[in-house]
């Protein structure tokens, strides 16, 4: 069965600066791996997928996350965050066909201004 | 043109009460889920139909029973609902093998 660690539950950055949110996975055979963002009150809205291919996986609104098997990761980066930005994030794994999907416990972004 | 809905977006009941939450995809997609997300944001899945089949059931209590009437609607019905069914429930739907799901803006339970 796999699962998902995020280990920040909380991450404050100020606007501007960088963003770099922890994902870490267990799963026995090759992963897919998704970040997912959900506004307060909202539904959920995928930012990027990995399936297979090239590690480095763009995403919309200027995020990318990179796979990285030897340190089972997927973690999710921004170069300059927006106020906008501001929200949870999950990162999530699914199984060999992408089916069933193993959510992490969520990473709170807060931007500060 | 909403992708995945669901109705009811708030629902607020009694306990012992019995109710249902209805999603709808008009994606053309095979797969459809339910997920609950409690009070701590913890996501997990619940049940998943591929073109009206149960395929996924996790270990949820009998009250509660998915019914597929077509590969487009996924409803949710919950009998005698308890204090712990609070959370928001999400449906989400995908094409096929190897897609991304895609998820409703999800229903608010609370139980009082």
Not at chain 1, 52 to 55: E, I
Not at chain 2, 80 to 85: C, H, I, Y
């Given at each position: 069965a796999q699962s998902v660690t995020q280990p920040d539950i909380h991450i404050t950055v100020s606007e501007g600066a960088s963003l770099e949110l922890r994902c870490n996975y267990s799963y026995g055979a090759t992963p897919y791996l998704f970040w997912y963002v959900q506004s307060p009150g909202q539904g959920l809205q995928l930012l990027l997928k990995y399936f297979?291919?090239?590690?480095l996986v763009q995403g919309i609104k200027g995020f990318e996350a990179e796979f990285k098997r030897s340190q089972s990761s997927f973690n999710l980066r921004k170069p300059s965050v927006h106020w906008s930005d501001a929200a949870e994030y999950f990162c999530a794994v699914g199984d060999q066909y992408g089916n069933k999907l193993v959510f992490g416990a969520g990473t709170i972004l807060r931007v500060k201004s | 043109d909403t992708a995945v809905s669901q109705t009811p977006k708030y629902l607020v009941t009694q306990m012992g009460n019995d109710k249902s939450i209805k999603c709808e995809q008009n994606?053309?997609?095979d797969t459809m889920y339910w997920y609950k997300q409690d009070s701590k944001k913890f996501l997990k899945i619940m049940f998943s139909y591929n073109n009206k089949e149960l395929i996924i059931n996790e270990t949820v209590p009998n009250r509660f029973s998915p019914k597929s009437p077509d590969k487009a609607h996924l409803n949710l019905h919950i009998n005698?609902?308890?204090?712990?069914?609070s959370a928001v429930y999400f449906c989400a739907s995908r094409p096929g093998k190897q897609e991304t799901q895609y998820f409703g803006p999800g229903t608010r339970l609370l139980v009082l």
């Open positions: 297979s291919g090239d590690t | 994606l053309g997609h005698s609902l308890e204090l712990g069914d």
